[in-house]
């Protein structure tokens, strides 16, 4: 943002208006931790990593979101109040609506996602057999795990490579988890 060289592990800004993410020296992301700051138009991207309570995972109605793939990533959007629905796939991130009706159920029965930030926090789920993970990340950890998909997507389904990128990314996240309680 100030033009100040940036190191590996940088911190992000969110730009509200242009709906980017944007890298920033610390005393950058400092200033824009507040709602208020800069106008309200750039918000520091949270640094959180909070998995969803079991009790939480069961009571949130997982069928409505629809989601057809094992990975999804969901950002409450607060300048067009409104929820996207992301998906990896080999072209990036893509993108889908989801009806505000069935988020604010879904919000209704977790208070772990009512506590989310706007903007700067997303949901992230992961689905495969019988088990299923969701955690409360930073949007920027989401985007970092959609490249990293990406880099090792091979076929329709992105292959062994992609889904153990997805594992190693979950790992990490648990590593973390515990790191900050």
């Known amino acids: 943002m100030c033009g100040a060289p940036l ?11 242009q709906h980017r993410l944007l890298c920033s020296c610390r005393p950058c992301y400092l200033l824009f931790t507040h709602s208020g700051a800069g106008g ?20 949130v109605p997982w ?4 989601i057809p793939v094992g990975v999804a990533f969901f950002l ?13 796939s080999p072209a990036g991130a893509t993108e889908a609506g989801l009806a505000l009706e069935i988020w604010n159920d879904i919000v209704t029965a977790s208070p772990t996602i009512a506590a989310m930030e706007p903007d700067t926090e997303a949901l ?16 920027d950890a989401c985007y970092a ?13 992105g ?17 973390r988890e515990r790191s900050c309680a």
């Open 145 to 157: 795990l959609v490249g990293r998909i990406r880099r090792q997507w091979t076929g329709f389904a």
């Open 7 to 17: 190191e590996n592990g940088h911190a992000h800004v969110v730009d509200r208006e």
């Open 159 to 175: 292959g062994p490579e992609a889904w153990q990128e997805i594992g190693s990314f979950f790992a990490e996240l648990r590593t």
């Open 124 to 139: 992230l789920v992961w689905r495969r057999q019988s088990v299923m993970e969701a955690w409360i990340v930073a949007v």
């Open 76 to 88: 409450r959007d607060s300048a067009r109040d409104k929820v996207q629905a992301f998906y990896p």
């Open 40 to 59: 309200g138009r750039f918000r520091s991207v949270a640094e959180r990593v909070i998995p969803l309570p079991n009790e939480e995972l069961q009571a």
């Open 63 to 66: 069928e409505a979101l629809e």
